[in-house]
């Protein structure tokens, strides 16, 4: 057990994060200031964060022979960060040297990070400071996944229907204020949850309701979240396609029966590939497949056949994930040090998923980080150049107002001329958010100007 000391200041978050980094929670223990003598390592008088965060880098590093590809970085968004150094005005090789220099970062995350910020300005230019993206939350899900921290609710059909007549009267609201302003849509997301727990009629009815809500003369993009394949019927895809939606995600995970027993899904491998076929009978203009590394009991191969079978589909983008074991999961209850253990595993499987997505024409468009993410390393979607998400990418940059409507939906306000965010929250347990929803829609009213 080492003894660490960390001062009292604004670093003091970071900083314990980095450790966390290096050490299981049960390898260190923070030390108060009256017991600074006994610690291993001293954190005290620094006046820059990032000179603190390097040397305690280094002081870890030499005390575990370990050096995180991703530097000092503890943030969730690494992508954000070098695309604000360029707009800042730096050059290319001035934004490797600091990412380098400051941050510690490994050339492979410089190289990635670099090319995803060429790509992300393509895609981003002629930008309408007008537009914002719009999610709506559908908290309903057939299981629960054992990773699972989102709002996520397993019910008879009969509790579904009042939570869609509070959501579409926060639609509505929100519809009509968005207009009044003079803000208009550029991305549509449903998600969840798992949007395609909603029987067809009402989904149907939902799509339909945000169409005639906001304005989409300007809508670039709708996706419906698709997520469990034991949801997915022919008659609902019709009713995502007849509506106009042009994007949907298929979530498999792993094409492994006994992973998908693991995580507490209750559908077949058979499933994933019947919901391919009949996304792609029915015409759906881009698919997207989830997938997550380090799943209990899988080892690189596992993961290689996973994305051998998931390419062969041919989805338009895969979004590559590092499970992350989050505090409200049912995992962590099993299993706390998950995410120490399976670095080296997920290391590989990531090396397979580059070469692969690579190799068959994908290429990474957007990359977030989480905490408590196996082996510290990231999540990555790759696409077939021109079929690239920009909510996806929007989220991830905290560049534009994304309203979030439904149970548990976090609205931020982006405000350019201080490049600040504000969010408005609404309540997540969906029975609250029914009782609540009045008072849902006065915080949008005051919230979103
Ligand atoms: S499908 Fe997603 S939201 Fe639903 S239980 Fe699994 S992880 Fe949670």
Not at 24 to 35: A, C
Not at 41 to 68: C, H, V, W
Not at 87 to 115: A, N, P, W
Request: aromatic fraction near 8%; charge should be negative.
């Amino acid at each position: 057990m080492y003894n660490i000391y960390l001062e009292e200041n604004k670093a003091k978050y970071d900083l314990n994060e980095l450790v966390k980094m290096f050490l299981k929670p049960s390898e260190f223990q923070l030390v108060e200031e009256d017991q600074k003598e006994t610690a291993l390592i001293r954190m005290e008088g620094f006046e820059d964060k990032n000179e603190a965060k390097r040397y305690l880098f280094d002081r870890l590093s030499q005390l575990t022979g370990q050096y995180p590809d991703w530097g000092t970085l503890t943030g969730v968004r690494p992508a954000k960060l070098c695309n604000e150094y360029f707009r800042k005005g730096h050059d290319t090789e001035q934004v490797k040297k600091i990412l380098k220099d400051t941050y510690y970062l490994s050339d492979e995350k410089i190289k990635l990070l670099i090319d995803l910020a060429q790509l992300q300005q393509r895609i981003l230019k002629d930008c309408d400071p007008n537009a914002v993206g719009i999610y709506a939350g559908i908290p309903f899900c057939p299981t629960r996944c054992v990773y699972c921290s989102f709002t996520s609710n397993q019910v008879k059909y009969e509790k579904i229907p009042p939570y869609l007549t509070a959501l579409h009267k926060e639609i509505d609201f929100v519809g009509q204020h968005l207009k009044d302003i003079g803000r208009h849509a550029e991305s549509i997301y449903i998600g969840g949850g798992t949007p395609t727990t909603l029987n067809a009629d009402d989904l149907g009815q939902l799509i339909a309701k945000m169409k005639s809500a906001f304005d989409m003369s300007g809508v670039r993009e709708f996706t419906v979240e698709a997520g469990r394949p034991d949801t997915i019927t022919e008659d609902k895809l019709r009713v995502i396609k007849d509506s106009g939606v042009g994007r949907i995600s298929i979530n498999p995970q792993s094409m492994k029966q006994r992973t998908l027993e693991l995580i507490g899904r209750s559908h077949t491998p058979g499933e994933i590939v019947d919901a391919f076929k009949k996304a792609k009978e029915v015409e759906i203009p881009i698919i997207n497949a989830d997938l997550i590394t380090g799943l209990p009991e899988e080892q690189p191969e596992d993961f290689r056949e996973t994305l051998e079978r998931i390419i062969e589909l041919d989805p338009e983008n895969i979004t590559v994930h590092t499970l992350a074991v989050k505090r409200a999961s049912r995992l962590i209850e099993q299993d706390a040090d998950y995410n120490y253990r399976q670095g080296e595993v997920v290391r590989e499987m990531l090396a397979i998923a580059k070469e692969k997505l690579t190799a068959c024409g994908y290429e990474p468009y957007y990359m977030y980080r989480q905490k408590h993410m196996s082996g510290n390393f990231e999540n990555i979607g790759w696409s077939k150049p021109g079929t690239e998400s920009i909510y996806n990418i929007r989220i991830m940059e905290e560049d534009q107002t994304i309203v979030a409507m439904g149970a548990g939906g976090i609205s931020k306000m982006y405000y350019p001329e201080t490049n600040r965010l504000e969010r408005v929250p609404n309540v997540s347990n969906y029975e609250i958010y029914i009782d609540r929803i009045d008072e849902m829609i006065e915080r949008k009213k005051i919230g979103i100007k």
